[in-house]
């Protein structure tokens, strides 16, 4: 693999093969998903072996003859998805299904490998009947999380483990139910049945993020005594920090995102970068798309580059 340098764009490729930016994202990534599955590649002029590797991943795509399309996307023209998915280095692939990335792999890979990686996002893309009908209950799930009501969301969620043991969103999901009624040993508990191959997947970086950001916010005092702190002093950042963490804890992400970018702001290396470094814990526990990361990143990046 090659970390991030400079380079120009090619030239564009007709048919499932196109060149993507960061404004035709959403049309040609997260809206075409949703029917087809699609291949991201993160590129460059000057990565050798993106050379390589390109006309790989053209041949597996070219070979599901249209179940899969594939975009490529020049990180030095078009930066911000890159980013967004937290890219290190190139060449960088993200394979979506739905509108979300669900599987990815980075440096040189051979044929085969390649192959069963498309192959992956095929039947990600052609659920079963049953497949269908977890699917279904995991959406419901998550939408009882979303109304805040866990302890309904972990009942579903543990019928579908009984049914699939490793699905990952149900692990995961229950997980997240433990954590949000503050049991954080069953929540890391119920993390142990996670695949040992999955223990990077961004669902399982999130609950744990989320985990050990609640441990963080538990020896914290309440709001009104930070906040008190802030207004007799707001260049505290101390206060403001712990305020940020406690906010973040009590599901008041945005304000807490506000605070510890304030302090990136006035002071980016404070208490050796622990601002911008609180900051990303709460981007990953919230994960990669959601729009307050999406939203944060982009105010970090103009207070770094201003």
Avoid at 104 to 127: D, K, N, V, W, Y
Avoid at 285 to 297: Q, V
Wanted: proline share 5%; charged share 20%; with cysteine.
């Amino acid at each position: 693999m090659l970390e991030l340098g400079g380079g120009q764009h090619g030239a564009a490729t007709a048919g499932a093969v196109i060149d993507g930016s960061d404004a035709t994202f959403m049309a040609d990534v997260i809206e075409a998903s949703q029917t087809t599955p699609v291949v991201v590649q993160f590129t460059a002029a000057w990565c050798g072996p993106c050379k390589t590797l390109g006309p790989q991943l053209e041949a597996a795509v070219n070979g599901t003859n249209g179940k899969v399309r594939m975009v490529r996307i020049d990180i030095d023209q078009h930066p911000q998805i890159a980013g967004q998915l937290q890219v290190q280095s190139i060449p960088a692939v993200f394979g979506f299904v739905d509108g979300r990335p669900v599987d990815a792999f980075m440096g040189a890979q051979t044929q085969s490998e390649i192959e069963r990686f498309i192959s992956g996002l095929t039947s990600a893309a052609g659920p079963t009947d049953a497949e269908s009908q977890i699917d279904d209950a995991l959406d419901l799930a998550e939408q009882r999380l979303a109304e805040n009501a866990p302890a309904e969301a972990a009942q579903i969620y543990a019928q579908i483990m009984g049914a699939a043991p490793e699905n990952l969103r149900a692990i995961t999901g229950l997980a997240r139910c433990y954590v949000m009624t503050g049991d954080l040993e069953r929540a890391r508990e119920t993390l142990g049945y996670a695949p040992e191959d999955k223990a990077d997947d961004p669902a399982v970086v999130q609950v744990q993020s989320m985990i050990a950001l609640t441990e963080q916010a538990g020896s914290a005092d309440d709001h009104a005594q930070f906040q008190a702190t802030i207004d007799a002093n707001p260049d505290d950042h101390k206060a403001r920090h712990d305020l940020a963490v406690a906010l973040v804890a009590s599901g008041r992400h945005e304000e807490g995102i506000e605070h510890l970018l304030h302090i990136i702001r006035r002071d980016r290396e404070w208490n050796d970068d622990a601002a911008r470094q609180q900051l990303f814990k709460v981007f990953e526990a919230l994960g990669p798309t959601d729009p307050l990361t999406l939203k944060g990143r982009r105010k970090l990046s103009s207070i770094l580059f201003a």
